[in-house]
């Protein structure tokens, strides 16, 4: 034997009036076909026609948002960056290999040679610059007795 009751329709039926009795849902209304605001004179009691009090904002605030309020005197200015450090002379070196390497490949003719002795010497240029680019890279920060906060 369960304990629902026969008619489930009528139970419905029955839990809403109660609910609506107590006054729930009385500031909820169905779409009006006819265009007229309902408005809620009592709790329990809901009339349409014009509204009796003026209908607030979302969230209950009285004001629209003013976007004078977000000026752009209030802004974070972030400081200047430091300057680049100076780039030292095996730097120098690398970055000439890479463009000495790359001038090569693309262009020989420029200073004068066949293009089957350029191309051996623009590959060994280019990877002697990358490998030296590529060893000179720092393993540790620079001042890493500082702490900058989080770094990415």
Do not use: K, N
């Amino acid at each position: 034997m369960s304990d629902r009751p026969e008619d489930v329709d009528a139970a419905f039926h029955a839990i809403i009036a109660d609910l609506e009795r107590e006054g729930l849902g009385a500031d909820i209304t169905a779409d009006e076909p006819t265009g007229e605001v309902p408005t809620v004179v009592d709790p329990g009691e809901v009339t349409t026609g014009e509204p009796t009090a003026p209908i607030q904002a979302w969230r209950g605030h009285e004001t629209d948002w003013d976007w004078s309020w977000g000026s752009d005197d209030e802004h974070y200015v972030p400081p200047e960056p430091p300057p680049l450090p100076r780039l030292r002379p095996m730097t120098v070196l690398a970055l000439l290999l890479v463009v000495v390497g790359v001038l090569l490949l693309v262009a020989p003719g420029l200073i004068g040679l066949d293009p089957l002795i350029a191309t051996p010497i623009s590959l060994l240029a280019l990877v002697c610059g990358f490998g030296l680019l590529f060893l000179r890279i720092r393993r540790t920060p620079p001042d890493a007795d500082h702490d900058h906060g989080a770094q990415i």
